[in-house]
């Protein structure tokens, strides 16, 4: 079975600074808002609608980043085929709240902060999409 699923790695500008968005999913690790494409959907509609839904936060595509896939079991319908497609997505309007049936928390973290909590509290294949997003971003982190 295969799921499709979309996101983002979400930024604003708050004058000079520049500020990521992180999830701490259900699990409690760090992550990125995404979820499962309806019927009906683009891809860049289900992340937008994905990211609004988990933070509050409606935001505007600036480019696609990466597609990553991976495999997990699920009980009932067994190995799943998983296919995420993440987005640069920078902020318009909105005010940060988390969707709790579906996450713990959502805060804005600097870059650096941000990469320290992926790397340490993250899921690994999210490491490569955190660092095109600051490429993409002209960001500069301590890896």
Do not use: C
């Not at 992180?22 to 409690?28: E, K, P, S």
């Amino acid at each position: 079975m295969k799921e499709v699923s979309a996101g983002g790695v979400v930024y604003r500008r708050r004058g000079e600074e520049l500020e990521i968005q992180l999830i701490q999913d259900r699990y409690g690790k760090i992550s990125l808002a995404k979820g499962k494409m309806e019927a009906g959907e683009t891809i860049e509609q289900t992340a937008l609608r994905e990211i609004w839904e988990e933070t509050g936060i409606h935001g505007r595509i600036d480019k696609k980043l990466d597609t990553i896939y991976y495999q997990y079991v699920q009980p009932q319908a067994g190995t799943i085929d998983k296919e995420v497609h993440y987005f640069l997505v920078e902020a318009e309007e909105g005010k940060l709240h988390a969707q709790i049936e579906e996450i713990r928390s959502v805060e804005w973290y600097r870059p650096q902060e941000a990469w320290e909590k992926q790397r340490e509290l993250g899921y690994d294949n999210n490491d490569h999409i955190l660092q095109k997003a600051f490429e993409e971003l002209s960001v500069s982190v301590n890896l």
